[in-house]
């Protein structure tokens, strides 16, 4: 098709993949272990959740939510890196293409705002335990729940908006293994520099704005702390908090150093790099921090184990 005298794109080509054809069949394998390992990790929580009495709490509801997040996530990235890997090629239609990185983008902003309502859903029950039944009730946490999907399906809006109003003439050739904004926006055939302001701007938004509550929450969690005259308080508190803050780290840390960062001044390889512990690690990595010392988890556990057995 002709736009001017431009030559539109039907399809794209992702140069991120390894070229030897060993290297591609033994990736495929790790890549479906860790696929198939961050589905069952991420269902056995909800699982777990939705099956306890003693697990009907804020916190578990949002993180039910947060491994909803990893299972979508994954699954419009990790089929598709498999695919070409059997392929032995990376070819994307331009529609495929389009669709992931709406899925990327809405999965990664809902991730923002999870992680922030998580914060703040400690911060009542740690600080303000005698509001906390009422504020953090059930219609509340499916507010905040369908708020963070809904914002994050329209900021994706935006951003493709803003990605997709350019043409695409050619090269067709994305250095990565997945369609990612950042990389698919250097190949358009127009100035892009007020696109890219959009996009850093509301990135800075949806990841600025999260972290603000985190940091603003636990903030004032630790000043509560501080005034716990008991060790064993203390410890429950650091416990309870830890696994949270490690997975905001991990996650703000990746995501920060792609959506963040002038691209300009980067290596070709930069965000490629990075995007493998958001894309592929993290998602794996969520299930086995919050479970692996969380004793509330692992009697969920035990429990299921015994009625199955009496069963």
């Known amino acids: 098709m002709e736009l001017g005298n431009f030559t539109t794109v039907t399809e794209f080509i992702l140069v991120g993949l ?5 290297t591609q069949l033994l990736l495929f ?13 991420n ?8 099956t306890d009495s003693r697990l009907h709490t804020p916190m578990y509801f949002f993180l039910t939510q947060l491994s909803g997040v990893e299972i979508c996530y994954v699954t419009s990235t990790l089929p598709q890196m ?5 392929a032995g090629n990376g070819t994307i239609t331009f529609t495929h293409c389009a669709a992931q990185m709406y899925m990327i983008l809405s999965m990664g902003s809902a991730e923002c705002f999870l992680l922030g309502v998580m914060a703040y859903d400690r911060y009542l029950a740690i600080c303000r335990p005698l509001l906390y039944a009422v504020a953090m009730n059930r219609w509340c946490q499916m507010e905040l729940a369908v708020a963070c999907w809904a914002g994050a399906f329209l900021c994706s809006v935006i951003y493709m908006g803003c990605t997709y109003c350019h043409p695409f003439c050619g090269p067709n050739h994305i250095n990565h293994f997945i369609c990612e904004l950042p990389v698919v926006l250097k190949l358009a055939c127009a100035d ?15 990841l600025l704005g999260p972290l603000f509550v985190i940091l603003t929450s636990y903030g004032l969690i630790l000043s509560s702390v501080l ?28 995501v920060g150093a792609v959506y963040m960062v002038p691209q300009s001044g980067t290596a070709p390889d930069h965000g490629k790099q990075i995007s493998v512990f958001y894309i592929v690690i993290t998602p794996l990595l969520n ?7 969380n004793k509330d988890v692992h009697g969920a556990v035990t429990r299921l184990l015994q009625r199955q057995r009496v069963g």
């Not at 498999?82 to 059997?86: F, Q, T």
């Open 18 to 22: 390894p070229n030897h054809r060993k």
């Open 29 to 41: 394998v790790m890549i479906l272990i860790i696929y198939l390992l961050t589905i069952v990790g």
């Open 43 to 50: 269902l056995i929580i909800i699982l777990l959740v939705q």
């Open 82 to 86: 498999m695919v070409h890997l059997l």
């Open 192 to 206: 892009t520099h007020l696109t890219e302001a959009i996009i850093f701007w509301e990135a800075a938004m949806i």
């Open 227 to 254: 005034k716990m005259r008991t060790t064993a308080g203390r410890q429950k508190v650091f416990t309870t908090c830890a696994s949270h803050l490690l997975v905001v780290t991990v996650f703000y840390g990746t």
């Open 287 to 293: 299930p086995i921090i919050y479970t692996l010392r």
